[in-house]
């Protein structure tokens, strides 16, 4: 980060030019953004029995010049995350509860346990069908609900052979929704859907919780000499301030800035290093949440299964299912009604497209003569880890960089743990890393290179301007790259959800942030020849529990077999 000192400080802000052409620009942009939201179901095979789910026609091919271009795709990204038509039925928060004549506390909310689950296919289902199940919600007093909005997880498994699937989610909006699996084995099968966040819940993080700065602290060290002090220091987003430290980093954050209160003695260049304070997320999640609103985030409306499951559905054997011709993989590829299926607790089969399952001999061929960049945070450590293991090179564990070069193929491979990062390390100022800087420093003659990003669990507590800014400069600095190296593959890898330790996790670890978090790199990233690897189904769906860290051996292993597919495909 560049240091510096300010005492007051605003944003470049983008002024509305009193010009025709500009007004209509920024109306098509939104109509546009807004189209982007609507999605489609189209067959691609099987009749109606297996579906695509595809964005509609849009130019992706955005070109951002200046304050105002990146204001534009600010304000687009935010309004993909906004469906219009709920906003305007979204049930006031004050109205979330009353109380019933003996003086208990009811809810409006959905009730699992009043909601009822059916399937709605023909019995029995064959292998290579789409199971479809219809949940209607109602609220505690019994009645239909009318809205949508509510947060799931679905998964279709059979435990004794460890196959499982993710359901796609449709929602109609008026409290019906449909779920779809891909039924990729034959034998008794159960099917369990979860409520993860109702609506309010999930209108709340969207409304209140996310867009509030400064939602976890940082301690700055300072240093000259013998002399030292500490203080507090945050991201922030907003216009002004006064009396803080500003660390500032335009090419890589844009306008979001690292601010740090004001040491007593020592001057604001003499920031040597910082470590998050992990607890004041809590903190802020407690604060923001008071205790009025504590019962969205507790059961029975938070982590609840709904009434009717598991479902036991009956998948009968065909004999040799219809050979299912995936595309190749490669950039912005439609979203799938399904992601895939695990076959057993250590293979995963893509439905997104041709994924392979690489023995090492393969794996080494197909990287040979390739310079692997990842940046990211400890679950891009881990797919460093398996690559590394790969051509059986040995690299030191922890630290902000660290890789290997391996003679033998011609192939290195380089992790950068990003700057600003959450954690218990205590990380020096100079040896952080912004991603935009580093692709940037990239040589000319370094053009058979693979760049692996993931940006996502460390900003959680980020705002959706902050967050999507940040991604807009790496977009920005991949394209810089690609017109000096116009075969360099760029790999997105996406999030999944984790496990929840607290109340408060719940909040400021949500799994629809990461849920959403996911459409925002999809958006920013697409139309660029990136290569998006969704990973989230594919970690709800295990039998191991939800973790930040999936286990190396079983979901790791395969993700990286995925992203094998990507890098050595022809597209």
Not at 346 to 365: D, F, G, Y
Not at 410 to 426: E, P, R
Not at 494 to 519: A, C, F, Q, V
């Amino acid at each position: 980060m560049a240091n510096g000192v300010t005492t007051a400080s605003s944003t470049n802000r983008c002024k509305i030019r009193e010009n025709h052409r500009i007004i209509f620009t920024l109306l098509l942009g939104i109509t546009v953004g807004m189209m982007i939201a609507k999605l489609e179901l189209v067959d691609i095979f099987k009749g109606n029995l297996f579906k695509t789910l595809t964005s509609r026609p849009t130019n992706y091919n955005i070109q951002l010049r200046n304050a105002c271009d990146i204001e534009q795709l600010l304000a687009d990204t935010r309004l993909e995350l906004i469906d219009s038509e709920a906003e305007m039925r979204r049930q006031p928060l004050s109205e979330l509860s009353t109380f019933s004549s003996n003086g208990s506390r009811t809810h409006w909310m959905t009730s699992a346990s009043n909601s009822k689950l059916r399937l709605d296919m023909h019995i029995p289902a064959q292998q290579g069908d789409i199971v479809n199940v219809v949940l209607e919600t109602f609220d505690n007093y019994g009645r239909k609900r009318t809205v949508g909005g509510d947060f799931h997880f679905a998964v279709m498994a059979n435990a004794d052979k460890k196959r499982a699937t993710a359901g796609r989610v449709v929602d109609h909006r008026n409290g019906t929704y449909n779920f779809y699996f891909y039924a990729g084995w034959s034998g008794q099968s159960d099917i369990t859907i979860t409520l993860i966040h109702p609506r309010e819940a999930v209108d709340w993080i969207d409304t209140v919780y996310r867009p509030t700065e400064r939602r976890i602290d940082w301690t700055g060290y300072f240093e000259d000499g013998p002399r030292k002090e500490t203080s507090v220091c945050y991201v922030y987003g907003g216009s002004t301030w006064k009396d803080k430290c500003e660390y500032r980093n335009e090419n890589a954050l844009g306008s979001t800035v690292f601010l740090c209160n004001k040491p007593k003695d020592l001057t604001c260049d003499k920031l040597v290093k910082t470590s998050s304070i992990i607890k004041t997320m809590n903190k802020y999640a407690e604060n923001l949440l008071t205790k009025k609103r504590r019962f969205m985030f507790s059961r029975p409306y938070l982590w609840t299964l709904m009434t009717g499951s598991p479902l036991k559905i009956a998948i009968e054997d065909i004999g040799t299912p219809q050979e299912i011709k995936l595309r190749a993989c490669g950039p912005d590829l439609p979203q799938t009604i399904s992601d895939g299926y695990w076959e057993n607790s250590k293979t995963w089969h893509s439905l997104v497209c041709a994924a392979h399952h690489w023995t090492t001999s393969e794996a080494r061929q197909c990287l040979r003569g390739r310079n692997i960049y990842l940046f990211g945070d400890s679950t891009t450590r881990q797919w460093h880890r398996v690559i590394t293991e790969l051509f059986n090179e040995t690299v030191q564990t922890g630290g902000l960089k660290n890789g290997w070069t391996n003679l033998e193929y011609n192939v290195s491979a380089l992790f950068y743990f990003h700057a600003i990062a959450v954690g218990s390390a205590t990380l020096p100022l100079k040896g952080q890393f912004f991603e935009s800087d580093v692709i940037d420093s990239l040589e000319d003659n370094d053009c058979n290179t693979v760049i692996i990003l993931s940006l996502s669990y460390h900003f959680v507590s980020w705002t959706l301007k902050s967050y999507t800014e940040r991604l807009i400069h790496v977009r920005q600095a991949l394209i810089r790259l690609k017109k000096r190296c116009p075969d360099v593959r760029v790999v997105i890898k996406g999030t999944h959800p984790r496990e929840h330790k607290n109340l408060e996790s719940y909040i400021h670890s949500s799994d629809w942030i990461l849920y959403t978090m996911n459409k925002t790199l999809r958006r920013v990233f697409g139309g660029i020849g990136a290569y998006f690897i969704d990973i989230y189904d594919m970690a709800m769906a295990h039998f191991e529990k939800n973790s930040v860290h999936m286990s190396i051996d079983t979901v790791v292993r395969q993700q990286v077999d995925v992203l094998l597919s990507y890098i050595c495909s022809n597209t």
